[in-house]
């Protein structure tokens, strides 16, 4: 029976003008080209800084022709821009930095069919946007699970969808999909053989099962974030996602590149700021506030 062999990396946050993560990516090449898998796919975050500055995405695509094997992208709100979510950051996502995107990685949704398996990769940074495109998206979505029939399937996108449960109210900095399209999302799923969702975007590697369908979350082969900026919900280390496809089961195995660094995004001020001094002054706002006694 053969196997297919895909390879997930994620939040790899490439950069020509600020290359801090790099030699992480590096790493990943190295490990990738040695391994030889049938597939790698970047589930977002590609980019550091991509939804503002374009030549990030050019890099990133450059960065990724290193790859000897095929590779296929989904896109992450600092590739895009994020969608309108509580405690979201940075820029909105747009349909100018959207067609950015495409112009160097092709279709922002996809399915591909792999032995007994139906892929499918969504943009979560359109679930609730209200963009014409997010309509576009759902049916997108309602055909490829027509297509799907009883295979298992595959599902694939930047955000996790929940922590814990689909009824839960975490949306903490725009960490998981909103509750209304989850919502929605989860009511079409009924009609397939749903068994895998995978993401990236936390930087922590973690999987559980809910209702017979295992998530993976991959983690960032870039950094890490501090406790005090991010809860520990899994395990913060730097690395990526092997899967093993053979039949209708599959096996997952998460893996540190040799040479990858764990590297801690307050050690790296020059990516996003100095988180350092952002912490100390959200502490000293807090300690000053009525509640903060």
């Known amino acids: ?31 990738v080209n040695a391994a030889q898998p049938d597939l790698v796919l970047n589930s977002g975050d590609i980019a ?19 790859l000897t094997v095929p590779v296929r992208t989904i896109p992450g709100n600092h590739d895009i821009g994020d969608n309108p979510s509580p405690g979201s950051h940075g820029a909105g996502i747009s349909d ?28 979560a940074q359109l679930l609730g946007s209200g963009l014409p495109a997010e309509d576009a998206q759902w049916a997108f979505l309602e055909q490829a699970f027509s297509e799907a029939g009883e295979r ?11 922590r814990d449960t689909p009824d839960e109210e975490h949306e903490a900095s725009g960490r ?3 509750r209304g399209p989850r919502a929605q999302l989860l009511g079409l799923t009924r009609q397939v053989n749903l068994r895998l969702v995978a993401c990236g975007h936390v930087h922590q590697h973690r ?31 730097v690395g990526l996602v092997e899967y093993e496809f053979t039949g209708t089961e599959v096996t997952v195995r998460f893996v ?19 988180l350092r001094a952002k912490m100390k002054a959200a502490t000293a706002s807090a300690a000053q506030s009525p509640s903060g006694h």
Do not use: C
Not at 96 to 123: K, V
Not at 208 to 224: C, K, L, N, Q, Y
């Open 176 to 178: 998981y999909v909103l």
């Open 96 to 123: 100018p930095r959207r067609e950015i995107y495409r112009s160097h990685f092709g279709a922002e949704q996809w399915t591909m069919e792999a032995g007994d398996w139906f892929f499918i990769a969504l943009n």
């Open 207 to 237: 999987m559980f099962e809910h209702d017979g369908v295992r998530h993976v979350w991959a983690p960032s082969t870039a950094f890490i974030l501090p406790d005090a900026m991010q809860p520990r919900i899994g395990t913060k280390e």
């Open 1 to 31: 029976m053969a196997t297919f062999k895909l390879i997930q990396v994620s939040d790899t946050h490439l950069s020509r003008e600020r290359p801090f993560f790099v030699p992480n990516w590096d790493a990943v090449v190295a490990h």
């Open 256 to 274: 540190t590149p040799t040479g990858a660094q764990n590297l801690d995004l307050v050690d790296v001020p020059g990516a996003y700021g100095d």
């Open 48 to 66: 550091l800084n991509g939804e503002n500055v374009p030549d990030d995405l050019a890099f990133s695509a450059e960065q990724h022709g290193r």
């Open 152 to 162: 298992p399937v595959a599902l694939f996108l930047h955000k996790p969808l929940f």
